[in-house]
């Protein structure tokens, strides 16, 4: 089995910094594109950063610029570096990546449990 483990999140006031984490463990052979979530009450699931297996990042617009996601394959990890947070940045963030697991073909897509990440003003 494949688990996705996030972390870093917390209490910040606004202006302030967090990295994030998401930390993959199991039979892994191998990690493909890893996209952060994020999800407000009352809001729908929203897309933050995602990066591709060979590291190339993307980010819709509203998010670049404050936001950077970054992968360190040989630790399984995918990061998200979040500067200058807004109270509206307030939210559970989720990754969500797509593995594929040693002795299959093709690849499966998990989630974590996401970290809450509240940005006081």
């Known amino acids: 089995q494949v688990q996705l483990v996030e972390s870093g999140g917390g209490l910040v006031q606004a202006g302030g910094s967090l990295r994030l984490s998401c930390v993959a463990s199991?039979?892994?052979?191998?990690?493909?594109?890893v996209t952060w979530y994020r999800q407000a009450p009352g809001k729908q699931r929203e897309l933050v950063a995602t990066?591709?297996?060979?590291?190339?990042?993307n980010y819709p617009d509203s998010f670049k610029g404050r936001f950077t996601i970054s992968r360190d394959n040989a630790k399984k990890t995918v990061y998200l570096q979040m500067n200058s947070l807004k109270p509206e940045d307030t939210a559970v963030y989720l990754c969500?990546?797509?593995?594929?697991?040693?002795?299959?073909?093709?690849?499966?897509?998990?989630w974590g449990q996401g970290t809450q990440v509240t940005v006081s003003s």
């Open positions: 969500n990546a797509d593995v594929r697991r040693i002795g299959t073909i093709k690849s499966f897509n998990y």
């Open positions: 990066i591709t297996s060979g590291g190339s990042p």
């Open positions: 199991g039979s892994i052979l191998s990690i493909n594109a």
